[in-house]
């Protein structure tokens, strides 16, 4: 209504009590009007009204018993219920029917101790798709302490669920693989530390001692690639690692690859073979990383099958790719497995129960590889106890024949004593035994256990080669090679940074640094070996 009290007209809202006024027989003769201005209780609950509807989360009255009273926009816009139905079926038709019970029994418990409440369900979205939703209300009382009504929001909690069991699943991932890589280091340490007390005992025959000596060598390879794998997956996953593709024979891509994976394959009495419909196929790729793809499909295969089983590489195209594909006669795969295979750490459970090693991500590490080539990966497999099949696709680029002719050159052979080494790493055991290697290959060598030892003892004996460990103490091994190089006696010194950092970057800050070679540990010894001789005399 409007009202006009000595000023403009205004809009007022009045809250009208009717009541009929009788006569002594009970006859109605007329009715008694009482208004009472409720204008600013009305401008509060609009205000109110629209505070809730500026909110994201869901926001509600409800009687007593839970019945809706009021709610928010947002009530309509999930549920899609008109507000007539909403307040007739309201939580009824919305509730999912799995938490029905649990939302009414926290209810029940909150309405006999008028406590505040809140519970986890989930709500059916207008579009018939279910999400879930934490419910949070709070009682309003009177002055007895009665509940007079319920106040609450409903707030969609369906992202931080799945972000939370995510992380749940990861979390448990991360114990597994923490648990296989120990299991994994503990292997080959075992027949290690047993063929060093083997060495150690007098008397040991020579074709004892150099069985153990070659179980050493083999021990550590695996552990090397165990760590080089670990080290390439972190590359891949931090978008670090760089490929070097040339145009290259597919048929030398095959031959290093069933090279690597032969030993698994005899280790199993496996059949092992290749074919090729192109035999001078060419191929524009990284030849280290493309044969390190098929090495550990080739190796999985080996692993997964049964002694006495098939193991096969085929290489074709399709005109637009070329196809590798490698199938075995192995435990197969069941249909979750499929969906799986290519995830971080992840193993078929009738593969683990057979203890067959490995930390699971042979195949993630050739999935990345694959997909830096501009490739796909996919597998495939009838089932368990089936065998399986994985198939590479790379592009297939024209050819420059003036690449395609280009051949690597040789490297040059191991020759050639009377160098000066220096040796510095604060790790006393790995110099020690690196220092003896290179005396027995008649080099002279020196040795220091930090940074500050090693520029002073170069000073004193100029060396050939400096070969230095990157984080030392005192002076590191960045600032002994500027300091190397700024004198003229180190200008045509070989400067070798041996580290355990092997990322692009820590080649990059090596080469900056005056190094003429980055070696990653644990390196070969032939490869700083195959260095010194390629010193001019």
Partial sequence: MDKEVGGPQVEAFVDFVYQPLLDSQGRVYGIFTYGHDVTEQHRAQQALLAFSNSIPAIAWQA????????????W??????????????????????????????????????????????????????????????????????????????????????????????????????????????????????????????????????????????????????????????????????VLKPEWVRVQSVVDTAIEAATPAAEAKRHTLTAAMEQPQQWVHADPVRLAQVLSNLLNNACKYTDPGGQVRLEVGSDGANILFAVTDSGIGMSAEALENVFAMFAQEQSALERSEGGLGIGLALAKGLVELHGGS?????????????????????PRAEDEAGAQPAAPPEANGSGRVVLLADDNVDAVEVLAELLRMAEHEVHVANDGTAAAELAARVRPHVMVLDIGMPGLNGYEVARQVRAQPWGRGTLLVAATGWGQEEDRRKAMDAGFDLHLTKPFSPEQLLTAIASLPR
């Avoid at 839970?66 to 926009?73: A, M, T, V």
């Avoid at 919305?94 to 309405?111: G, I, N, Q, S, V």
């Avoid at 990966?377 to 680029?397: D, K, M």
Wanted: aromatic letters at 8%; charged letters at 25%; glycine letters at 6%.
């Fill in 377 to 397: 990966i996919c597998a495939s497999s009838p089932g368990i106890g089936a065998g399986s099949r994985f198939e590479v696709r790379l592009p297939n680029a």
């Fill in 63 to 74: 009687s007593p018993s839970g019945k809706l009273e009021r709610f928010n926009s947002q």
């Fill in 76 to 241: 309509q816009a999930f549920t899609g219920q008109e507000e007539v139905r909403a307040l007739v079926y309201g939580w009824a038709d919305a509730l999912h029917p799995e938490d029905a019970p649990r939302m009414w029994e926290t209810w029940k418990a909150a309405r006999a101790s008028g406590q505040e409440w809140s519970v986890e369900h989930r709500l059916r979205h207008a579009d018939g798709s279910w999400r879930w939703f934490l419910t949070r209300a709070v009682p309003q009382k009177d002055s007895g302490g009665r509940v007079l009504r319920w106040f609450g929001t409903t707030s969609d909690i369906e992202e931080a669920r799945r972000a939370a069991q995510a992380l749940q699943a990861a979390d448990r991932q991360k114990d597994e693989f923490l648990a296989t890589l120990a299991h994994e280091l503990r292997n080959p340490l075992a027949p290690i530390r047993t063929a060093v007390h083997l060495l150690s005992m007098p008397g040991v025959a020579e074709h004892t001692r150099t069985r153990a000596v070659e179980i050493v060598g083999r021990q550590v390879s695996h552990m090397s690639r165990l760590l080089d794998d670990l080290i390439d997956v972190a590359r891949i996953t931090q978008r670090r690692l």
